[in-house]
């Protein structure tokens, strides 16, 4: 009887090390949902927190993570300057954007502004993963509806779709202008932006001109239909 060989056992390939993602998001809850899903992954892992800008920026360099996700909305500044930040002090580190603020107005700026994608909040938790994983692997992440937008702006010749206010305004403009329909004062803005009261009121009246409206009442009835609109996509 020939005498069986002993079997060679194939060991198991190395696990790859998890890559680090930097949450930068200043409501507590959110930050705290996106690591438990995040962490549940077997590639990925939370490396740290942040609740605004300045503590992103003292956190990449402690953590040095392999990418960051940033909310638009932030205490200190908006999510859109951090990223502009970002792309200028760390311009190899991919960012993602997830926001509340619809991809519409907001999507195709913050790719401008350095991002590598941008997800919607309401989304599906699969697809922030597969967010995720597509930005950690050099590619862009946005969703059919926002990547068909920019196909036809692009064929279009790179015009804007009429319709929205938020078309002509530049990223500060839009920023106020939000601000304006969520009813901040106008120095409850140039505290949070770190502006001047008469900087914000600039910003006001070339927003004014830009939209054609008349006086304070009717820019803040068209900045609160504005946000409302947004919120109900």
Known sequence: MAKQM??????SPPLRDKRTVLIVDDHPIVRQGLAQL????QDLKVCGQAGDAHEAMQAIGRLNPDMVI???GLRDTSGMELIKDLKI???DLP???LSMYDEAVYGERALRAGARGYVMKQEATEKVVTAIRRVLAGEVYVSSGMAAQMVSKFVGGGTRAAGSPADSLSDRELEVFRMIGEGFSTREMAQKLHLSVKTVETYRAH?????GLQDANELLRSAI???NAGLQR
């Not at 927003?207 to 939209?211: C, G, R």
Request: charged content about 35%; overall charge positive; glycine content about 0%.
């Open 6 to 11: 002993p079997r060679k056992t194939q060991s």
């Open 38 to 41: 995040i962490d549940q992954e």
């Open 70 to 72: 940033v909310d638009i």
């Open 89 to 91: 002090q760390y311009p």
């Open 95 to 97: 960012v993602l954007t």
């Open 207 to 211: 927003i004014k001109d830009k939209l």
């Open 225 to 227: 239909r504005w946000v």
